[in-house]
């Protein structure tokens, strides 16, 4: 289910008999046709253990399930938004970063940790982000937010990418990441950027970034 850019901060779906698909409540803007918008109760698709995953790993987001047959714009808080399209891949996104996405992308919720170990852990607590971050996977379409528009930037096996945790809004491909620390005399004695922590990407696949720092 494709989405079709508006303007740098509205999207707009066609939804067709038999087919859905999931936002975040409150993303709906406008819409023709007989369309209809449901709380999900499960957080999405995945069942009743997903949702409890993503509850106790803080990753819930509400959702509507969006079905009918018409077309539906969507928005939220004037964010700024990326369309990324998944064939059969991972991505790895923030709850609160999905806008709206096709019900036939499979979710789940990995922990953070397991990629980057105990630094995985260490960014979680830093950097604000959650130990644990929502995956969808499949073929479809994703719609996240972000602050200031949005790069993608491709990481490939020898050419890793260095993120500012706080620019960092997703990834995908088979890429590690691992929190780096570039700490000098001048960011102890506090006369340095700020950006003493950096989120090193590699391995084959790209990664977003956000032209901000502020978290949605």
């Given amino acids: 289910m ?8 509205m999207v707009e779906a066609t939804v067709l008999p038999g087919q859905w698909m999931y936002s975040q409540r409150g993303a709906m803007l406008a819409y023709r046709g007989e369309v209809s918008f449901t709380p999900n109760i499960q957080g999405g698709q995945g069942g009743v ?24 714009m ?11 399209n998944l064939a059969g891949d991972t991505l790895y996104v923030e ?18 940790g ?50 500012d945790p706080q620019a960092y809004v997703a990834h995908h491909g088979d890429v590690r990441n691992k929190l780096s620390t570039a700490l000098g005399w001048r960011d102890m004695v506090g006369r340095g950027s700020g950006e003493a922590f950096q989120l090193e990407l590699s391995g084959n696949g790209a990664v977003y970034v956000q032209a901000s720092e502020e978290k949605l």
């Fill in 95 to 112: 709850a609160d970063r999905l806008l709206a996405f096709d019900g036939t992308l499979q979710q789940g919720t990995m922990f953070m």
């Fill in 74 to 84: 969507f928005g939220h808080g004037g964010h700024h938004i990326q369309v990324i």
């Fill in 114 to 163: 397991s990629q980057g170990g105990v630094m995985g852990m260490v960014r979680g607590q830093v950097t604000g982000q959650g130990l644990f971050t929502t995956t969808l996977q499949g073929h479809g379409a994703v719609a996240v937010m972000a602050h200031g528009g949005v790069v993608e930037l491709p990481i490939t096996p020898g050419r890793e990418v260095h993120v």
């Fill in 49 to 72: 253990m997903s949702m409890i995953g993503r509850r106790v790993a803080n990753e819930a987001t509400p959702l509507m399930t969006v079905e009918g047959n018409g077309t539906v």
């Fill in 2 to 9: 494709p989405f079709r850019e508006i303007n740098s901060k």
